[in-house]
């Protein structure tokens, strides 16, 4: 699948921001079934000076200052990209969760990719309780852990509603858990919580989904913005991409754009203004397949 | 032989040498009398068999040749010197800072005894080093199995976005500290290695200074190594990290909420390195820059006193209000040195302890000379079945906490009850990599002065090394906390805990330098000092302003009682009066315009509750200075102290008009003793001219405000006599106008006369003096806006004549003055026109 994607970020100020400096992570993966093509990032006003580097885990970031003093700011990152990943596994295959946990324990390695990064509690996923007990009925003894990760993927697409007006970015994940209810990005908190309160690695994917499914599919919830998932560490198995916001398991429909522990590893902008007064934002996302674009 | 019977035998020694019923031998023995260790746990004071340890015994029959009473007044000095210079502690969460509590004694080690654990905390340091340049390098040492890589990864102190960072100046650490305790075999332990950003140097540093001029003879007697070259070296250790000659240092500080401010600022004045808040640096091109009133200048290296991942809320935690963006970028750079680097907290987790013999053996080649307390980290198999056998008989602390906190009271899972038993199965069942187990600690014993006699209490004795381009130096001294209750547990500093200066008594001679001045010729002369940051500056201009209008206050208030004593009910009175109470009114002084004057006096001087009364323009004054400590003398805040208690006073039943105008009087005296400390004490280029300003514009507008309300053609002479009263001037009219007052000359006097120091144009006169002596940030000459405007005023006021001066134009004045005020800060202030205070921007996912 090829696709065109643009995504739009409008900041609107009150008052003149004479300086920002923010952080970037908008560029499509590479590996794992993608193939990244083209990406740039225009911003406004120009940006005094930028650099690039992939962060601890790899993430691409693009770092800047802007010293012109504006009301609004526009970041406008325009990408195309080729997927095309493997069929999911078949969930009665894989290690049973007991030997993962273990594994992961005892890991040897602090390398970025040892799934030993994302197994403990993150700035934005406590381990609670309630949500381990949560995640229990999915794990019997000696079940498998893919299995287990599909089950409580399924579970929590079941149990949860989505609705974009009862958390916003900063809600903690407690309260998401306890009115069972939010966006894709306290689903993914919910489900990463759960994995993790057992010993599970797990981590947090941002990235997109097209914005209008194939023909007499439904449409997805999370398509008009950017979109978060969960990649679930499934020993020799290794990484697998579920979305607990629809339910299913991550192939063509999805892109990955960063992967890091939670939300606070891989938000798309961050960035300190300094700057008194109201700002409200805008976002717009689009996620085109490019060949139905073609006359 | 017991100490009681050593105590005896001196006593009947001094009874045989002369008749005197009380001499030292009888006093040590008194003091020595019954003093019992806790069973089966060492003592300073006395060895397993009894007898008085030697250095202690020198030190008692020295302290014996003392009075008891003698002995008691020095302490009691020692301890309001503490009180008064307010080197006070704040524990977590409280509001208000207490006392720093000093015990009477200080703890003493042979130097002998001291080499050892000198030798043992530099070897520490040099080991956490090496761990640490590991963790954020490449990872051998988990590859090779040395340490757990689940327990580090997990770690919140793992700052990954420092893996990779090579520390400008070479090393992650820069200071180290080391709590120690003796072991039930005599043997020092480590409880706790502080990597993060060790406290306690300060304290250790006052602690001396007070327990040396405390006990002069004594001091001096024992041979007491000293400790001011150690902070000489650990400057010098800092500034080598540095890329320039002759570096800026900061000491990036908690800001004045933190639990230790004070300490920073006492360290920070001590060592000559700016105080500095995450709001004064500004990270730019590749370079860190202090906001100064004279513009940006460039900082070298950082003393870190905030925790690691607040440093910056781009990088690291985004929550963080302590530090700047873009520092993370900067030290990848390598713009500037960080002292401790962030993510040094990472090696002070207790998952670490159970590893740390082996990779001392495999990253030094010798074995640990201070060991820490028996650890096994639970995420292993073999050694959680160990644990689980002894189950019972263990401690148990979260992995990624520092390994035992004499912060805390109490180790997680000691003395655990059976819901806590329960919990902790689940945790070693569900995620057992995140527990340790430990044997119990039970904290050795040091004689304490109960006031009679000495009884032993528990202690932990922090230790401070800094990294010197010469290999790591240790203190000789230290920051001793002992327990005011006799229990064996780790002590937490806070309520019922006492400091102690710490005696390591020289084997050779002591260094003869006590204080740290360097050689002369390793510093240059230089007239304009340091730097002020914006911050610091807006803090010195509202403290001028508060100060002054709290003294305004006092003054409206001092004429209310006067004119309320008056046996006068003319009408013009009652008018004056009226006057008087509309003005404290519309100030916020007082709830209503009606009321007895006592009653009315009582809110405009002591309710805390008015947001302009007196006594909150006085704890105003007191937030702002709180976060100059480093600049004010130590007299300023004891007066300023001194103030807040005169207005603070209790109501002891209705205060009657002469209680009250007792109180206004003294609370006036005060405030211009404050004003007369800040003209004589503080430094001319510092900050003096941000108070003084402060103070001026405030005085200014209160010079109009008053001339205003009761100045207006018409007022009578009850008003005009209040008028001078307000600006202290009845004197000096008096002196120069016999025939009594009159409109045009009380006028020309309150705000005209050049000569009169309490007028409206003396005041404009020094604003422009002191913006004058300001640094100019314009290279073309042109003057800045805050001159331009005084400039202006200062010109009209000169033009005018006392007698035909229209009141619109004093009200125009008035707001001018406001209009000034802006302009100072707006050019000096952080909150000015290009630093406001930051925001997070944030998208949702």
Redesign the interface.
Known sequence: MLYRLRHL?A?AYR?PV??????LRLAPAAGEGQAPLSHEVVVEPAP??A?ERG???GNRTV?F?VETPHREFRIDARSRVRIARPPLPDPGTGPAWEAVR?G????????PE?A??F???S?RVP?LPEV?DYARASFPAGGGAYAGAFDLMRRIRADFTFDAEAT???TPLAQAFAGRRG???DFSHVMIAALR???LPAAYV?GYLRTLPPPGQPRLEGAD????WVAVWCGEGGWVGLDPTNGIGVRDDHIVVARGRD??DV??????????GA?S?R?AVDVVPEDEDEP | MSAAATGEALAEAGAAGAARADGPAQRLARWTAGYAPLPGLPDELVAGDGALRPAWDRFLRRLAGLPECEIAARLAAAGRHIHDTGIAYRAYGEATERDWPIGALPLLIEGAEWEAIAAGVAQRAELLEAVLTDLYGDGALARAGLLPAAAAAGDPEFLRPLVGVAPPGGRHLHFYAADLARGPDGAWRVLADRTQAPSGAGHALENRLVMARALPEVYGALDVERVASFFQAFRDGLAAAASRQDPRIGLMSSGPYSDTYVEQAVLARYLGFALVEGDDLLARDGLVYIRTVAGLKRVDVLWRRIDGDFVDPLELNPASRLGAPGLVEALRAGAVAMGNMPGTGLVESAWLAASLPALCERLLGESLRLPGLPTWWCGDPGQREAVMARFDALAFRPAAAPAQGAFTSRAFGEGRDAAETERLRAVLRDRPGDLVAHEPVRLSTAPVWDGTRLVPRPFVLRVFAAATPEGWRVMPGGFCRISETPEGRPVAMGAGVRAADVWVLSSGSTEAQASLLPPSDRVAVRRVPGLLPSRAADNLFWLGRHLERAEAVIRLTVCLLDGAGAVSTAAEDRATSARLRALLHAWGAVPAVEGTAAALAHHALSDGGRWGSALSHALSARRNAASLRERLSGEAWRALSALLAVLEAPAEGPDSEAVLLDRAERALSLTASLAGLAQENMNRAGGFAFVDMGRRVERAVNACRFALDFGAAGASTDDLGVLLDLVDSRISYGARYILGVALAPVRDMVLLDPYNPRSLAFQVERLAERLAGLPALRPDGVAEAPARLVAGLSGEIAGAEAATLPLDTVAAWETRLWTIAEAIGARYFPGGSDAARPETLTTLA
């Not at chain 1, 324990?105 to 390398?111: D, E, K, P, Q, V």
């Not at chain 1, 913005?225 to 978060?228: D, G, M, Q």
């Open positions: 970020t900041y008052n004479g300086f920002a400096r923010c952080s005094r000076a650099t962060d601890f885990f770092s200052t273990d992961v324990l005892g890991g040897a390695s602090l390398a040892a030993l990064h197994c403990a509690p700035r381990l381990t916003e970015v900063g966006v894709c990005q309160g057992l010993g941002s913005a950017s979109h978060a939300y606070a938000a798309p902008v961050a960035g300190i203004i300094a700057g008194s700002q934002l976002v």
